[in-house]
């Protein structure tokens, strides 16, 4: 039977329509693909932690150490028993890493020890997202064991280079970095010095670094003259929440070591001060958003071995010392480093405890505190 023009054209029609269909398909079948390879539409996932979801409360985000890993994990306050896994963050066995909890709640910044050897580790800023779990690399050769400070907005990390690999001994450098990994810049240069330790943001999101050198202790911010603390070493230095003191231990060596606890105003109107009434030592500083006064940890005192703690709410009989980190933003939580000894010298043992009105909460295996997170 002979095929007329006609129907001859409607065959080519329907041929070209099936393969417009075929690509049409191919085109539908393979676009999730190509929008998940650019960053396109819905079809990408980002993938979500525990945490992401997890009630309204402060959450404690503490860390132990496995193998070559830093296990991260977070602590809500109103129940602390239960401990919530976010991530493992390599590292170099026997190196735990320091970090602080941005402002925020939503990252943690980790310097965490990436290679080297033991007497002269390299160590890197790694920055983890609470809520997805994912870590990004953003700084290398950062100071081993030092805590980055992050910025008030959230968006950048501040930390200590050790630059005296390159150069001669005793130069350090604060660099700032975007949380990104971005927009990496150095904010002050130190030389003939022992270390550099940020502290914190002042009231104006300056950087308060603590400098220790051959004439004692200082606190440098970018373009202002350095403020004198002590002709002597000091240590665990924490900014007030109004950012305009600073409270830190006094390290005196007049009739043996000592650890005195000072505040000291960032305006540098008036000498460091004697923060406590009593002429005892203390280590770990502290301050408490809810009354904006500090906190320390006092050594036992006394022949009978009676015992002042950071916080009140020991009765008698209670053994041990604490040691404050940092209260949550309420007041209504202290995490605490808890020394099972009879004073600094015989220290016993410690254990991470976070303390509230409930009483206190310790966890198995986990030995570091990062900070708070505020959902």
């Known amino acids: 039977m002979a095929v007329s023009s006609r129907t001859m054209g409607r065959h080519r029609d329907y041929s070209r329509l099936f393969i417009f269909l075929g690509l049409l398909a191919g085109i539908v079948a ?8 650019m960053g396109i539409g ?3 996932t980002i993938p979500k932690t525990a945490f992401a979801s997890a009630p309204a409360g402060e959450y404690a985000v503490i860390t132990r150490s496995e193998g070559a890993a830093d296990v991260v994990a977070v602590a809500w306050l109103n ?7 976010i991530a493992r963050v390599p590292r170099v066995e026997g190196f735990p890493s320091a970090g602080a909890v941005s402002p925020d709640g939503k990252f943690v910044a980790l310097t965490s020890v990436e290679g080297g050897t033991a007497s002269n580790p390299v160590a890197s800023i790694m920055v983890l997202s609470l809520e997805s779990g994912v870590i990004t690399r953003v700084a290398t050769d950062a100071q081993p064991g030092e805590a980055p400070v992050w910025s008030p907005d959230s968006s950048a990390v501040t930390f200590a280079r050790d630059v005296s690999r390159a150069e001669s001994a005793g130069v350090f450098s604060i660099a700032r970095v975007g949380r990104d990994g971005e927009d990496e810049s150095t904010v002050q240069e130190f030389r003939s010095v022992f270390g550099v330790y940020p502290v914190g943001n002042d009231v104006s999101g300056r950087v ?8 004692g202790s200082w606190l440098y911010r ?3 003259d350095p403020v004198a603390i002590s002709t002597n070493l000091t240590r665990d230095w924490e900014l007030s929440p109004d950012g305009r003191t600073v409270a830190f231990i006094e390290v005196t060596t007049v009739a043996g070591v000592g650890y005195r606890a000072r505040t000291v105003s960032l305006d540098g109107s008036a000498a460091a001060a004697q923060a406590l009434e009593a002429d005892v030592s203390a280590l770990g500083t502290a301050w408490n958003p809810a009354t904006s006064a500090p906190a320390f940890g006092l050594e036992p ?19 041990g010392f604490d040691v404050p980190l940092q209260y949550s933003a309420s007041g209504d939580g202290l995490a605490v480093t808890h020394w099972s000894g009879r004073s600094f010298q015989e220290s016993g043992t410690p254990e991470l405890q976070l303390i509230s009105a409930a009483g206190r909460s310790s966890f198995e295996g986990y030995t570091r505190f990062l900070g708070w997170s505020v959902r």
């Not at 308060?208 to 004439?215: E, I, P, S």
């Open 301 to 319: 005192v006394g022949a009978d071995g009676v015992t002042v703690q950071a916080l009140s709410a020991e009765g008698p009989g209670a053994s």
């Open 42 to 44: 819905s079809s990408v």
């Open 79 to 85: 129940n602390p028993g239960a401990v919530t896994e």
């Open 208 to 215: 308060v670094t603590a400098v220790l050198d051959g004439k």
């Open 30 to 37: 393979v676009a999730p693909i190509v929008a998940a390879v």
């Open 222 to 224: 970018p373009g202002l």
